[in-house]
Each structure stands twice: as structure tokens, then as C-alpha cells.
């Protein structure tokens, strides 16, 4: 099972976040939630596409990722693998 710090009645992201993934992405914003917890983002692509996908909330951190230490980037992907 994966431990994302997950409590369903209270989402990690609120719709309307600002988000990226953990490994870098544009700027995304949360909006929505699945039933089993993942986040529904969506973006825009470099030729200004709407584009939308859904992540596991531990994949994704409310900072810009290069604002980030290495290690607290390293910390959030071990999470993810276990």
C-alpha cells in the first residue's frame, strides 16, 4: 500500500492548488479528487493545449520543485516506492 499521508475526509490539495510533480512538470492546478485519494490536475502544454491527468498525491508537492533540497525530493520519492 502506498503511504501518500492520505486522510480521505481531508484532501492533501485543495481544488485550486498549485502543484508539480516531485520529478518536475509545468506548474499544474489540483482540480479534483478520485475516491481512492489521487489528485486530478490540469496544465496547460507548450502550444497552450488544456491537458488533465490524475496523480497520486504523494507524487506532487505545493513548492516549485527547484525550490527544493535534493534530499527532501529523495525523502517524497521513497515514500512513493513503498
Known sequence: MLDCD?????PKFNVG????????????TVVG?????????C???KDQKDRRSTFPA???TPEHVDD???????RRLH???K
Open 33 to 41: 479528487h478520485t475516491k481512492n485519494g489521487q489528485v486530478k490536475c
Open 43 to 45: 496544465w496547460f502544454d
Open 17 to 28: 492548488d498549485g502543484v508539480q510533480l516531485l520529478s518536475g512538470s509545468p506548474h499544474m
Open 79 to 81: 515514500k512513493l516506492k
Open 6 to 10: 492520505i486522510d480521505m475526509r481531508k
Open 58 to 60: 504523494a507524487a506532487l
Open 68 to 74: 527544493l533540497t535534493e534530499e527532501e525530493i529523495n
